[in-house]
């Protein structure tokens, strides 16, 4: 099938080329919009009914009026000249309050944007007076927008408010400050915008200087970008759709994060290709350019295909996941990933057969057999000293491992202490609970549906009260309809704090479970509660995916090489390579930088990026090494060999791809991942795959295939003289099974 289809794209290229444009060009301008009907509204949406924090947000949908796609942000107003407010200044907030809150904010525009591209996120919000400081100092203004936070269309329209409240309250002599979630992450992109955009010039700057320096051409530096970006226009696409007809809601950081992942696996496989093609022409000088790509395409198109089906399996399992979020994000990249895949083998091969030989302009590799370089003096001292270097692969790993241990989990999520809206927050704190912007509400419900009267919740408000860590406790308000009661409870603790969250978790709930009135219904809810939830369903869906993709990873393996003993080095090279990382990210953001510890997402992040990811190069050069082995000679010499041609293709796509993820340190919140995925990255494409894998190979020699070993294949014979251009190397062997360069 891989063969017919590279056959195809070769034979028709240019039509090829040319649907691959259209559909990437059209997929990628429409994308805002179609994500935007597929994406959920808030991180509450993403858990099972059955959790707490689940339960408390139906009660208050139902019986409040409380919509789930909800933002709410705390306006602080105070005098410009530090006094306290007057009775004048208190008519005047509530007088701006009013006009605010009848005044519809307009989503900004691009000039000559068209409509459907971005949702309409124009609204009126609703806004309330919450509390004045007990010294008169501010009062606090709740403002709900709806939609979610992520989405570009809902930042714009609160920059707008913002800027409008602003100036407002400055024409009474006024200043004002903004918190609260959706107020952080726009603060947070705003500091991070140049970082953002210098971040992504220079990644693109990185892939383009790499292959210049790697191919010495023009195309072979550009083309890679264009195709990937066509691609994943495609993608992009395709994975709303896919989102829509299933009915599968996505976080609004998926589509970023696909572009990210698309980007580093794109390039790696276009590379996979470039250098297998580059290789291939310098063996065969006379044969045609679009035959040729038809024969590496081919070949390296079942390496590739098995490649992408590792990450497809390895991110498939977060299907069986109970958190949401990561239901969704697995089948969603991993979708994308097919498109990818088969972008890999109908475009670029395409590209080969157009461009030729031209791929390669104005370098005169192809006339030349290249001198041994760095490349194979790396393969020879590996396969000389093969134990020496799998000893020192296993001490480095080992040590970077050893820090994995006494790892604690951090369930905070607060966020950049820089920004403004940690400052405001800060501000109410040192007069107010610091809950008291985010409040952590309990919800009464009659069990049997009918009407609940506020004087039956006054034993679980006393108790709540008597909580330690509980600051203050408001008045317990009726539903509209009597059918049930809310008690807001305002923690001294920031609600986006992991001591906010244990406070729910643990004495907070305890208290409402032993204090529940007869024939009622009770539940914990508000940010603090959801993410508490969050954490327990995380580490559920660790227990389970962990194993489920191992047992996956390990079947592709399998059936790929065709060998016991050699999955089983690859399994445990890769974990090894996973405790390192976990180990690496520990010692610097829990023992260097004091953190709490590291993102309790981060061991599920890493399993899946740097061990679904970091198999690619793995599947790479145990592949090579097993076709060199076909050929007659020493099992060291075969390794040798192997080295020699796929560590200039390894080590450049694992630079381009650690350097995409790299860019994930310019998003707010997302310092660990980067650094993490970046060395887990870097790790498995140099020392796992260049150094540990190839060493134990050469240890083992054919053993490694056991039961079935690698015979030698029959030399081919050489191109007769006369049909030969250019001084060729010895021409390279046909098995049936060939892969990468």
């Not at 393969?379 to 040590?399: D, E, H, K, N, Q």
């Not at 004091?594 to 599947?619: H, R």
Request: aromatic share 6%; glycine share 10%.
């Amino acid at each position: 099938m891989i063969r017919a289809l590279t056959r195809f794209a070769t034979r028709h290229a240019w039509k090829v080329i040319a649907v691959w444009a259209v559909a990437g060009v059209a997929l990628a301008g429409l994308a805002p919009a179609l994500f935007a009907r597929v994406t959920g509204s808030g991180t509450a949406d993403f858990l099972p009914a059955r959790y707490d924090s689940a339960a408390a947000l139906r009660i208050a949908e139902d019986h409040f009026g409380v919509r789930s796609d909800a933002s709410t942000v705390t306006v602080l107003v105070a005098r410009a000249d530090g006094a306290p407010l007057s009775p004048a200044d208190h008519r005047k907030v509530e007088q701006r309050a009013a006009e605010l809150g009848k005044h519809r904010v307009v989503m900004p525009r691009l000039k000559d944007e068209p409509d459907f591209l971005l949702p309409d996120r124009s609204q009126t919000p609703k806004v309330s007076p919450v509390t004045t400081a007990p010294d008169g100092g501010f009062e606090l203004l709740a403002v709900e927008l709806t939609g979610n936070p992520g989405e570009t269309g809902v930042q714009d329209v609160y920059r707008a408010f913002r800027d409008s409240a602003r100036e407002r309250f400055a024409e009474d002599g006024m200043r004002t400050g903004f918190t609260g979630g959706l107020a952080g992450t726009v603060d947070g992109l705003d500091e991070n915008r140049t970082a953002t955009v210098v971040g992504g010039a220079l990644i693109m700057g990185l892939i383009v200087l790499l292959n210049v320096l790697v191919f010495r051409s023009v195309l072979a530096a550009v083309l890679p970008l264009l195709a990937v970006a066509l691609i994943g226009g495609v993608a992009g696409g395709a994975v709303a759709a896919a989102a829509s007809l299933t009915g599968l809601e996505l976080d609004a950081s998926t589509p970023g994060l696909i572009s990210v992942v698309l980007l580093g696996i794109g390039i790696d496989y276009l590379l996979f290709l470039l250098f297998r093609f580059r290789e291939h022409l310098r063996a065969r000088p006379g044969q045609p350019a679009r035959e040729a790509a038809a024969e590496v395409s081919a070949r390296v198109g079942t390496a590739i295909a098995s490649a992408a089906l590792t990450i497809v399996a390895a991110f498939a399992t977060l299907g069986v996941a109970t958190f949401g979020q990561f239901r969704s994000l697995g089948p969603a990249i991993a979708v994308a990933v097919l498109v990818m895949l088969l972008g890999s083998l109908t475009l670029m091969p395409a590209l080969l057969a157009v461009c030729g030989r031209r791929m390669f302009w104005p370098s005169k590799a192809l006339l030349r057999t290249p001198r041994p370089g760095v490349a194979a003096r790396w393969g020879a001292l590996v396969a000389r000293r093969p134990a020496a270097v799998a000893a020192a692969s296993v001490a480095l790993l080992g040590a970077l491992a050893a820090g994995a241990v006494g790892v604690r989990m951090d369930y905070g999520i607060g966020g950049d202490t820089t920004t403004a809206s940690a400052a405001t927050a800060a501000e109410i704190a040192r007069a107010l609970p610091a809950g008291v912007s985010d409040p952590t509400s309990v919800y009464v419900a009659a069990a049997d549906g009918g009407r609940v009267e506020p004087g039956r919740a006054e034993d679980l408000s006393r108790a709540l009260a008597g909580v330690a860590g509980v600051g203050q406790v408001a008045p317990t308000v009726a539903s509209p309809d009597g059918r049930a009661l809310r008690i807001d409870v305002y923690p001294v603790a920031d609600a986006q704090s992991e001591q906010a969250r244990a406070l729910v978790s643990g004495p907070l709930r305890a208290a409402v479970a032993a204090h529940t009135p007869a024939g009622t219904s009770a539940h914990v809810g508000g940010t603090a509660a959801v993410f508490a939830d969050i954490s327990t369903a995380v580490d559920h869906d660790l227990t389970v995916v962990f194993p489920v993709a191992a047992a996956l990873i390990a079947l592709i393996l399998l059936l790929l090489l065709r060998s016991l003993l050699a999955p089983a080095v690859l399994l445990l090279a890769v974990g090894l390579g996973f405790a390192a990382t976990l180990g690496a990210a520990a010692l610097l953001f829990q023992h260097v930088l004091d953190k709490p510890g590291v993102s309790f997402t981060l061991p599920l992040v890493l399993f899946l990026f740097v061990v679904a990811l970091g198999t690619d190069y793995n599947i790479l050069i145990t592949d090579r090494v097993r076709e060199e082995m076909r050929r007659p000679g020493p099992a060291r010499a075969a390794v040798a060999r192997a080295l020699r041609h796929t560590t200039p293709t390894i080590a450049t796509a694992g630079l381009v791809l650690a350097g995409s993820f790299a860019t994930l340190a310019a998003t707010p919140g997302s310092e660990q991942i980067a650094f993490s995925l970046t060395l887990g990255i870097l790790l498995s494409a140099v020392v796992l795959s260049l150094a540990l894998v190839p060493a134990l190979a050469a240890l083992l020699g054919r053993s490694l295939w056991w039961p079935l070993r690698p015979t030698a294949a029959p030399e081919p014979a050489p191109e007769p003289a006369a049909a030969r251009t250019v001084p060729a190397p010895e021409p390279a062997p046909e098995p049936r099974q060939h892969y990468y360069t």
